[in-house]
């Protein structure tokens, strides 16, 4: 037993000794806790909404202010026409856009049954079956208030009707949401976790130093040691789509040769992230754990590839401009769910590609030749 114990002392020793293992299996947990703690949850709140009032009467004003004033709703725009919804939805700036028509106040006046047209963004059909139903009860309790306030044998049940259309996943098919993501998660996690265990091994093994003595430049040596890992990506994501166009039957909206452009774009993200890792571990196991909890697994929480990023505490949402992953989700779901193109996914393609040479630049600089 005694020998036991000493061997246990010595591999505590020991990753004390390795201060970088030991920030990953002590620290990490802790600040992952704390962080995801506030991030990972199911609730909606703050669904932002736009609201075209076409009749501007007293009653309409009265229809917008429960909704402004609703915990649930944040009203984004008030756009003049209905002609403008478009660009709201397919940017994702709104979730949803409810439509008073023109005669709304007359016919409320008159206690004459009247439609109102909503319009929902389909694409995460949880939050949107959520958002609905938080929509549909705050109709139903402002028309029960409208019953109250009548004179006595008005017929005013059933006074607002709500015409409800789903947009770019009408059937609410949890699955034409995660899959495309799936692709997304897919290629961060292959391209980062081989791109930077394949460097850290060389170092392990020893071959780097006869790397080092070869006229291979830096540029030459970090190329030829990272395009492999593209190659693989792409034909990842050609495997993952023929599964999820034909196997899941996910609609595929967009354009193919766009989504493999943007493919291109992010591994630009996915191989410098491996390439930096590579530069502050000296082991497999330390590019593994450093990969797995200080970048994939926040990545994962505060992208939206799982919990709405709107629903996130105000104080952690900025930190998500920092993930490519979240810009890479609006992409692929766009171009997948919305059909969507470059017009409209421009910003997002921008700041990826910015992040992605960013990376690379930051980890070819604290590389040398022998690759840290």
């Given at each position: 037993m005694k020998r036991v114990l000493h061997l246990m002392k010595k591999e505590i020793l020991e990753l004390r000794k390795d201060p970088r293992l030991f920030s990953v299996v002590i620290l990490a947990p802790i600040i992952q806790l704390n962080v995801l703690g506030y991030a990972a949850t199911t609730d909606v709140k703050d669904i932002p909404m736009a609201i075209v009032d076409a009749d501007r009467s007293t009653a309409s004003r009265d229809l917008v202010h429960r909704f402004e004033a609703s915990a649930n709703f944040k009203i984004v725009a008030m756009p003049g026409s209905t002609a403008e919804i478009d660009s709201f939805l397919d940017r994702g700036e709104a979730w949803m856009v409810l439509s008073i028509p023109a005669d709304y106040g007359r016919k409320v006046g008159?206690?004459?049954?009247?439609?109102?047209?909503?319009?929902a963004d389909g694409t995460d059909s949880n939050s949107t079956g959520v958002a609905m139903g938080y929509a549909q009860a705050l109709i139903g309790g402002y028309v029960q208030d409208l019953t109250k306030a009548a004179a006595p044998g008005l017929p005013v049940?059933?006074?607002?009707?709500?015409?409800?259309?789903?947009?770019?996943n009408p059937r609410l098919e949890s699955r034409d949401f995660m899959i495309p993501g799936i692709?997304?998660?897919l290629l961060l996690v292959i391209t980062t976790n081989l791109s930077a265990m394949a460097i850290v091994r060389e170092k392990e093994i020893g071959t780097l130093e006869q790397l080092n003595v070869t006229p291979l430049a830096r540029w030459e040596l970090i190329t030829g040691k990272l395009l492999p890992y593209a190659f693989i990506g792409i034909i990842d994501v050609v495997l993952v789509l023929i599964v999820a166009i034909y196997w899941f039957e996910v609609p595929m909206r967009g354009s193919i040769p766009l989504l493999f452009g943007m493919c291109l774009i992010y591994l630009l993200s996915t191989l410098g992230l491996g390439l930096f890792v590579s530069t502050i571990s000296q082991t497999q196991?330390?590019?593994?754990?450093t990969t797995i909890f200080f970048f994939l697994t926040p990545m994962i929480y505060l992208s939206g590839f799982i919990f709405p990023i709107e629903n996130m505490p105000r104080w952690i949402q900025p930190f998500t401009y920092l993930i490519p992953l979240r810009y890479f989700l609006v992409i692929v779901r766009g171009i997948f769910?919305?059909?969507?193109?470059?017009?409209?996914?421009w910003p997002q393609a921008v700041a990826l590609l910015a992040w992605g040479l960013s990376m690379l630049t930051l980890a070819t600089?604290?590389?040398?030749?022998?690759l840290g």
């Amino acid at each position: 037993m005694k020998r036991v114990l000493h061997l246990m002392k010595k591999e505590i020793l020991e990753l004390r000794k390795d201060p970088r293992l030991f920030s990953v299996v002590i620290l990490a947990p802790i600040i992952q806790l704390n962080v995801l703690g506030y991030a990972a949850t199911t609730d909606v709140k703050d669904i932002p909404m736009a609201i075209v009032d076409a009749d501007r009467s007293t009653a309409s004003r009265d229809l917008v202010h429960r909704f402004e004033a609703s915990a649930n709703f944040k009203i984004v725009a008030m756009p003049g026409s209905t002609a403008e919804i478009d660009s709201f939805l397919d940017r994702g700036e709104a979730w949803m856009v409810l439509s008073i028509p023109a005669d709304y106040g007359r016919k409320v006046g008159a206690a004459r049954p009247t439609a109102i047209q909503i319009v929902a963004d389909g694409t995460d059909s949880n939050s949107t079956g959520v958002a609905m139903g938080y929509a549909q009860a705050l109709i139903g309790g402002y028309v029960q208030d409208l019953t109250k306030a009548a004179a006595p044998g008005l017929p005013v049940s059933g006074l607002v009707q709500p015409e409800i259309q789903v947009w770019f996943n009408p059937r609410l098919e949890s699955r034409d949401f995660m899959i495309p993501g799936i692709v997304a998660l897919l290629l961060l996690v292959i391209t980062t976790n081989l791109s930077a265990m394949a460097i850290v091994r060389e170092k392990e093994i020893g071959t780097l130093e006869q790397l080092n003595v070869t006229p291979l430049a830096r540029w030459e040596l970090i190329t030829g040691k990272l395009l492999p890992y593209a190659f693989i990506g792409i034909i990842d994501v050609v495997l993952v789509l023929i599964v999820a166009i034909y196997w899941f039957e996910v609609p595929m909206r967009g354009s193919i040769p766009l989504l493999f452009g943007m493919c291109l774009i992010y591994l630009l993200s996915t191989l410098g992230l491996g390439l930096f890792v590579s530069t502050i571990s000296q082991t497999q196991q330390q590019a593994m754990m450093t990969t797995i909890f200080f970048f994939l697994t926040p990545m994962i929480y505060l992208s939206g590839f799982i919990f709405p990023i709107e629903n996130m505490p105000r104080w952690i949402q900025p930190f998500t401009y920092l993930i490519p992953l979240r810009y890479f989700l609006v992409i692929v779901r766009g171009i997948f769910q919305k059909g969507i193109g470059l017009e409209i996914l421009w910003p997002q393609a921008v700041a990826l590609l910015a992040w992605g040479l960013s990376m690379l630049t930051l980890a070819t600089l604290r590389s040398s030749k022998r690759l840290g």
